[in-house]
Every structure is written in C-alpha cells, then in structure tokens.
Nanobody
C-alpha cells in the first residue's frame, strides 16, 4: 500500500511564501510523474505543477514564475516552493503520483490560505 503525505500548508499573507512537501511511504512503485493539484471552494481540482522522472516540468499558467516544483527521488519526495502568493492561490493542495502503468495515487490534501 502506498501513502502520500503532504505537509507545509498554512496561512500566509499576500506576497508571502510557503513550501509544500509530499513524501511517499509504503510499497513504493516507480513514479513516472509526481506533482501538485489544487482545489478551491466550488471549483474543480486543477493541475498546479508536475515533474517527470526525467526532470521535465509543467506548470499552470497562473503559477509560472512564482512556483517551483522539485523532486528528491532518493526520498520519494516532491516539493512545491510557492512565492509571491496571491489570495487566488487559496485552495487545498493535493500531491499526486503516477506510475508507469498509469495508476494514480493521491495525498489527503493540505490547506493553503493566502489572506491579510
């Protein structure tokens, strides 16, 4: 059984920064892609950023230049550095991991609130 555990969410003022972490545990398969999604109240879950095992990254237009995704494969961990946060970044952030057989794993989510 694989578990993804997120940490690092919280309340931050506009313009501030947060760093999210997601660590995989259990019988960990090889993840071809690890990434982050977010879901704001009343909205669909959307991709924020992901990174392949080869190092290629993909970002939502709304976070380009502000967020940075990184992976530490030896620790089966993915990070999301979020800078210049805006109120519209407020959401529950979910970690996602995809195996070579296209099986999706999800974390339980961590709340990020950007407010003064």
């Amino acid at each position: 059984q694989v578990q993804l555990a997120e940490s690092g969410g919280g309340l931050v003022q506009p313009g501030g920064s947060l760093r999210l972490s997601c660590a995989a545990s259990g019988s960990i398969p090889f993840f071809t892609v690890m990434g982050w999604f977010r879901q704001a109240p009343g909205k669909q879950r959307q991709l924020v950023a992901d990174q392949t095992s080869g190092g290629s990254t993909n970002y939502a237009d709304s976070v380009k230049g502000r967020f940075t995704i990184s992976r530490e494969e030896a620790k089966n961990t993915v990070y999301l550095q979020m800078n210049s946060l805006k109120p519209e970044d407020t959401a529950i952030y979910y970690c996602n991991a995809i195996t070579a057989t296209k099986h999706n794993y999800w974390g339980q989510g961590t709340q990020v609130t950007v407010s003064s």
